[in-house]
Nanobody, 126 residues
């Protein structure tokens, strides 16, 4: 059974940094593409970043490009989202997602991911 557990959320001031982690179990981690999505109150879930299973190719939403970095630690079965220069509009619940079958062109769509974590709250406020 695939399980994804996020951690690292919290309250941070604008301009600050947070590091989110997602620990995976029940998967052959090297064969899975991993992604982060977020959902703010009253808004739809939106793509944040993804990393492919084979070559480690990365994709980012335009709104976070240059500020967020996604990485994968295959030995620890963990995907990391390093978030810098945080803005109030980054406030949301952040979800980790995994797929063993998704292709690069589909990775921005939440419908392509079969497995999801419970989410971790990120609040950017002074």
């Amino acid at each position: 059974q695939v399980q994804l557990v996020e951690s690292g959320g919290g309250l941070v001031q604008p301009g600050g940094s947070l590091t989110l982690s997602c620990a995976a179990s029940g998967v052959t981690f090297t064969r899975y593409a991993m992604a982060w999505f977020r959902q703010a109150p009253g808004k739809e879930r939106e793509f944040v970043a993804a990393i492919s299973q084979r070559h480690g190719s990365t994709l980012y939403a335009d709104s976070v490009k240059g500020r967020f970095t996604i990485s994968k630690d295959n030995a620890k079965k963990t995907v990391i989202l390093q978030m810098n220069s945080l803005k109030p509009e980054d406030t949301a619940v952040y979800y980790c997602a995994a797929s063993g079958t998704i292709i690069l062109s589909q990775m921005r769509s939440h419908s392509g991911y079969a497995h999801w974590g419970q989410g971790t709250q990120v609040t950017v406020s002074s």
